[in-house]
């Protein structure tokens, strides 16, 4: 499975990021290696409005099976959704991208069935 995470940095020992729209990085990995296959910079990370639907959109267009991230918003869950992008909500956890990887395999969360938070999580959207 190809995997997208939101990271606070750019390497696979980075953070996983809370915020979807905000988040740094997106890195991208296959599920079955652990391999990295792309990385790049949130180009919506310090948008003035819009950063859920301007992320979703870039994410969407490097076409993973699914997102693994904090927290999701209204808009940028709805994006994905549309796309037929399940996104597996990771609130809380302060694991490396590695490490989240490896919880994801021993146990996957459920596939969110829509935001996992209002609008405007922290910084407007």
């Not at 990271?7 to 391999?35: H, M, N, Q, V, W």
């Not at 180009?43 to 927290?71: F, L, R, W, Y």
Request: glycine content about 12%; overall charge negative.
């Amino acid at each position: 499975m190809k995997l997208c995470l939101t990271s606070t940095g750019p390497d696979p020992d980075s953070k996983l990021d809370a915020r979807f729209g905000r988040c740094a990085y997106f890195l991208i990995f296959d599920s079955e290696t652990g391999k990295v296959l792309e990385k790049f910079e949130n180009p919506a990370s310090e948008a003035a409005h819009g950063a859920g639907i301007q992320a979703a959109q870039t994410v969407m267009g490097k076409k993973p099976d699914a997102v693994i991230t904090g927290n999701i918003g209204p808009n940028a869950s709805s994006v994905l959704a549309n796309a037929g992008i399940k996104v597996y909500p990771f609130a809380g956890f302060e694991g490396s991208l590695k490490d989240t990887l490896i919880a994801f395999k021993e146990s996957p969360p459920e596939a969110a069935d829509g935001p996992t938070v209002e609008g405007h999580f922290g910084q407007p959207e």
